[in-house]
């Protein structure tokens, strides 16, 4: 394991970014790896029907889309490129070999925005050729589990798939776990805030979680193709690997339908309580407009609709209009109290 660190962290400082990096490894009829396999002797390791054969490309220029076309028997419509991270999740029946696309979750510098990158996996008999822009942990942690299989190299190809979908499902796990805590503090959120971040946290989680299904719902057709009995390439061994991942994907994909239903019921909660606190708000200022319109009428008619003003010639006259005026407004307040208006 420290050895495949070491590897990558030289290819990545000798390489600067965009330039196409090919890395081939071999399992020696399910007993031994060979890593480094040279191009020229791909040929030579695939003709052998024990062996299987893993070339990761990264960034593939023409040169190298022109040798996997030559080694693997690969139709060139099926190496397409110029579409990539267009194409939706699917798997195509090739003669001699099937096309998988699929998405994977590769770090970004935000962590809480979903980041993806499309992985093309060219599935063999004997042979895997996977095709991506830029670096993915996930492919180089599905070699190390691959390497670490034992006796499960004897599986063949089919394992060696296993390994991949594995890794790239395990792939969302953080960036879910993440998303999860986003959504339940969204919906704590609703109750204790009511500015228009919060409601703008609630839209981004929305389209968050449409992507991600966006991009993983259509795995589960894949799966189907892959767990199909009378697969040409897997064992039947295989089938009880994949169908673990394939569990795992039909969790994840449960939890985003939960995680939507959540969203849109914390979405309509937030506009249920904003109109419940504009009607309250509402409320209270017809009571205070109701309050100053007494205090305002009072006021108005006893100073300006009498020639000589009601109790001007006693000590206490004022006192007793603002006394009234007073009561007037408290028994207003009293009544918007009873009637719940504030």
Known sequence: ????????????????????????????????LERGV??????????????????????????????????????????????????????DEYKGYSLLVTYVAVPGEDA?????????????????????????PALEEALARWTRGGLRLREGVG???????????????????DLEEEIEEAELDVFTRSDEESVRNLLRLKRTLASLRRELHPLRAIFQVLLRRDHPFFPGDTEVHLREVYDHLLRILDMLDAGRESTAAAM????????????????????????????GSVFGAYGMNFEVMPLSKEPLGFWLIALGTIGLVVVALLVGWWRKWW
């Open 1 to 32: 394991m420290a050895r495949e660190q070491r590897e990558m962290r030289d290819e990545k400082a000798d390489s600067p970014p965009g330039t196409p990096r090919l890395k081939a490894v071999a399992c020696l009829g399910g007993v031994s």
């Open 38 to 91: 040279p191009t020229a002797e791909i040929h030579d390791y695939i003709q052998e029907p024990d062996n299987v054969v893993w070339v990761d490309v990264q960034d593939p220029g023409p040169s190298e889309l022109a040798m996997l076309s030559d080694e693997f028997g690969l139709h060139p419509p099926s190496l397409e490129v110029e579409s990539y991270g267009q194409r939706r999740p699917k798997v």
């Open 112 to 136: 809480k925005v979903l980041r993806t990158t499309e992985v093309d996996l060219f599935i063999g008999r004997n042979f895997v050729a996977s095709l991506h822009r830029g670096r993915v």
């Open 159 to 177: 394992f060696l798939v296993y390994a991949v979908m594995d890794a790239i499902i395990d792939s969302y796990a953080p960036f879910l776990a």
């Open 268 to 295: 309509d909660a937030s506009l249920a309580i904003g109109s419940h606190r504009l009607n309250k708000t509402m409320k209270t200022l017809a009571i205070i407009t109701v309050a100053m319109a007494i205090v």
